[in-house]
Nanobody, 115 residues
Framework: QVQLVESGGGLVQPGGSLRLSCAASGIFFRIYTMDWYRQAPGKQRELVATITSGSSTNYTDSVKGRSTISRDNAKKTVYLQMNSLKPEDTAVYFC?????????WGQGTQLTVSS
């Protein structure tokens, strides 16, 4: 059974930093592309960052230059380091992967950026 478990969310002041983690189980982690999505209240879920099995990365424009996605295959964990946080980064952040025809999502972790 595939499970993705996010952690690391919380309340951060504008300009602060945070690292989100997603621990995977039930999959041969190292061969799959992993993604971070986010969904703000009243908005559609959007793709934030992607890391391939070869550790190539891609970011949505709004976080580019402020965020770093990385993976630790030994720990079966993907991370999202976010810096210079803005109130508009407030959202529930979800970990995602796709194996063949199946999409898997974590339960999400709330990040709130507010003073």
């Amino acid at each position: 059974q595939v499970q993705l478990v996010e952690s690391g969310g919380g309340l951060v002041q504008p300009g602060g930093s945070l690292r989100l983690s997603c621990a995977a189980s039930g999959i041969f982690f190292r061969i799959y592309t992993m993604d971070w999505y986010r969904q703000a209240p009243g908005k559609q879920r959007e793709l934030v960052a992607t890391i391939t099995s070869g550790s190539s990365t891609n970011y949505t424009d709004s976080v580019k230059g402020r965020s770093t996605i990385s993976r630790d295959n030994a720990k079966k964990t993907v991370y999202l380091q976010m810096n210079s946080l803005k109130p508009e980064d407030t959202a529930v952040y979800f970990c995602h992967t796709k194996t063949g025809s199946y999409d898997y999502w974590g339960q999400g972790t709330q990040l709130t950026v507010s003073s």
